[in-house]
């Protein structure tokens, strides 16, 4: 009798994620800054995307790089005496419905960079969005990453670890991670007072009051 495991990955593995460049406009010799966003299907994200589109790219400077990662979509292996299920189909139908919903949505975010004038490159990714985040700004030698926070309560935390967290500790380059105010719900009004009792370190813009974010940028992004 023969033992079969059924295949589990629809793309190949590999230690450097895969990349698609799925748009560009108006990259240039006036482009200064490469500024890195994350974006994906969250409302966080959504909401740091537009942050950053209204409050910090510059479009005589700036080139806005989107990347949207998407994981290996996987089976539950399976062993079994004299018995064989090819899941190789299914996999690959469902990462071309993932690949498809990626490019979709950079091209809804490229298309609003587009419209304010601004340089922008988009790029769907295939891997650990905390690998192929950081591998990517360590190639393009990126000036900034901006990013939503995705909240995560504390048990989901440390299981299963947070995207910003890992980034904070390992990327060199600075990094902004926007909160969407309406999730802390009716807490806020009480978050508020001791968020700014906080005390300000000049070097971590996690303690930088919002307002003061681009004026932290400017200096520390320079030095």
């Given at each position: 009798?023969?033992?079969?495991s059924?295949?589990?990955?629809?793309?190949?593995?590999?230690?450097?994620?895969l990349?698609?460049v799925?748009?560009?406009?108006?990259?240039?010799?006036?482009?200064?800054?490469?500024?890195?966003?994350?974006v994906?299907h969250?409302?966080?994200?959504?909401v740091?995307?537009?942050?950053?589109?209204d409050?910090?790219?510059d479009?005589?400077?700036d080139?806005?790089?989107?990347?949207?990662v998407?994981?290996?979509p996987?089976?539950?292996?399976?062993?079994?005496?004299n018995?064989?299920?090819?899941?190789?189909?299914?996999?690959?139908?469902?990462e071309?419905?993932n690949?498809a919903?990626?490019?979709?949505?950079?091209?809804?975010?490229?298309?609003?960079?587009?419209?304010?004038?601004?340089a922008?490159?988009?790029?769907?990714?295939?891997?650990?969005?905390?690998?192929?985040?950081?591998s990517?700004?360590k190639?393009?030698?990126?000036?900034?990453?901006?990013?939503g926070?995705r909240?995560?309560?504390?048990?989901?935390?440390?299981?299963?670890?947070?995207?910003?967290?890992?980034?904070?500790?390992?990327?060199?380059?600075?990094?902004?991670?926007?909160?969407?105010?309406?999730?802390?719900?009716s807490s806020?009004?009480?978050?508020?007072?001791?968020a700014?009792?906080?005390?300000?370190n000049?070097?971590?813009?996690?303690?930088?009051?919002h307002?003061?974010?681009?004026?932290?940028?400017e200096?520390?992004?320079?030095?």
């Open positions: 009798m023969t033992t079969v059924a295949p589990t990955d629809a793309v190949p593995a590999t230690t450097t994620p990349d698609t799925v748009h560009t406009h108006g990259e240039g010799e006036h482009v200064k800054r490469t500024m890195v966003i994350a994906d969250s409302k966080n994200s959504d740091a995307f537009h942050w950053a589109l409050n910090f790219l479009a005589t400077r080139v806005a790089v989107l990347l949207n998407r994981s290996v996987t089976a539950p292996g399976l062993v079994a005496e018995f064989y299920i090819d899941f190789s189909d299914y996999l690959s139908r469902i071309e419905k690949r919903e990626s490019h979709q949505l950079l091209h809804y975010y490229a298309d609003q960079v587009k419209a304010r004038g601004i922008v490159r988009a790029v769907a990714m295939v891997g650990d969005p905390r690998e192929a985040i950081l990517k700004c190639e393009l030698h990126a000036d900034g990453l901006v990013m926070c909240g995560l309560g504390s048990v989901r935390r440390a299981f299963l670890g947070s995207v910003s967290d890992y980034l904070v500790h390992h990327i060199k380059c600075p990094i902004m991670i926007i909160r969407d105010p309406s999730s802390e719900g806020s009004k009480t978050a508020k007072p001791a700014a009792a906080q005390k300000v000049p070097t971590d813009p996690a303690t930088v009051p307002s003061s974010l681009v004026d932290w940028w200096k520390h992004s320079s030095e």
